[in-house]
DNA sequence: AATTTATGTCAGCCATATTGACGTATCTTG
DNA sequence: CAAGATACGTCAATATGGCTGACATAAATT
């Protein structure tokens, strides 16, 4: 996924076209600005990791999960799986990848012992750290500029955004209990 | 693109290439709730238009070129390949699709007559703000919680996160004179 | 003992991105 | 005007990261 998407609206019907779809009333009250903005922001985000990454060989499906594994110590890889939306087979070409190359490491479940819980090695978290640095860096230039208070608008944004039906096992830290405060 | 990367922390030049485990400095300042946020939320936005792409047969590729061209009508392909970020040959392919499925259609340019100019169809333009309907109606939902000049703090954010030097024409239009302030 | 679950893996397909090379029409410039 | 630069299209080959289906194994559950 990851990628991009968003869309556009609007639109006289002037020319030829089949009315692709119900008509619908909506025409000049969408929200093409965010919309927009999202992308751009996100594109560059996103971008900052990219570069760092290519010098590893790796590309953003590692970043993924090694972010994912790296904040969220001892995740399983079906909880993987859940966040990031994507097939066992997926995974596991990447996962193999960061396991071969030392950036993760794998233990058995103590309770159930067919589970492989995946923690980040130090490689590992040295690389996270790396790129969340940069990322961190945009994040607080964006933020120094809001009236205060911005940032907690900024989150409660961010937050409302998220589906909540079926959370994953992250979703639920991120919104259950732990709610990680960060500074500001 | 689009995809998602985020990505963690510290790092500086430590030592090029190999060190990866470089301790780094960072390592309780990094802004990893809003990483996860903007991760979360930016995966959930673009799903929505996932769903109904793919009754058209069509990827987030798709809706990305149609966007733009619907947005910003008479887009020339050089700079919606600015916008993209992606290679002329890669946009070939889903613009090929889009101007023969009657989504989008080409105009040469009146003063160089070597330059493609697009238009969105009716029918292109219906596909778009079906899309932006499902992504407008989130953000409705999210902003509705915020307190009141929330969402211009949001835009205020957004904008800030974007890279500013050598903008995109897109880009331009957005930050530069028209503003296109939209309601709130 | 039978079944279900958690994980891994093989094989192949698809979408989307890449680079490099080349062709053609058209604009710009010496 | 001739030469070169530009805008666009396209062919060919390749890579990444998704997908489905099928199957195997070990461990838990019933």
Known sequence: MA?????????????????????????????????E?????????????????????????????????????GLKVADLLDVLRITKQSLGRVLKQLLDEGYILQKTGSNDRRQRLLYATAKGEALVAKLAGLQTDRINRAVAGLDPGGVETVRAFLRAMIDRDDPDKVLETIFGGAAKKTRE
């Open 37 to 73: 903005l999202l992308f751009f922001a996100y594109r560059d985000f996103v971008g900052d990791a990219d570069q760092e990454l290519e010098a590893f060989g790796f590309g953003r499906a590692h970043h993924r999960v090694m972010h994912f594994v790296t904040r969220y110590p």
């Open 3 to 35: 990628d991009i998407n968003f869309s556009t609206a609007a639109a006289q019907p002037d020319s030829p076209g089949t009315d692709v779809s119900a008509p619908g009333p909506r025409t000049g009250d969408l929200r093409w600005d965010i919309i």
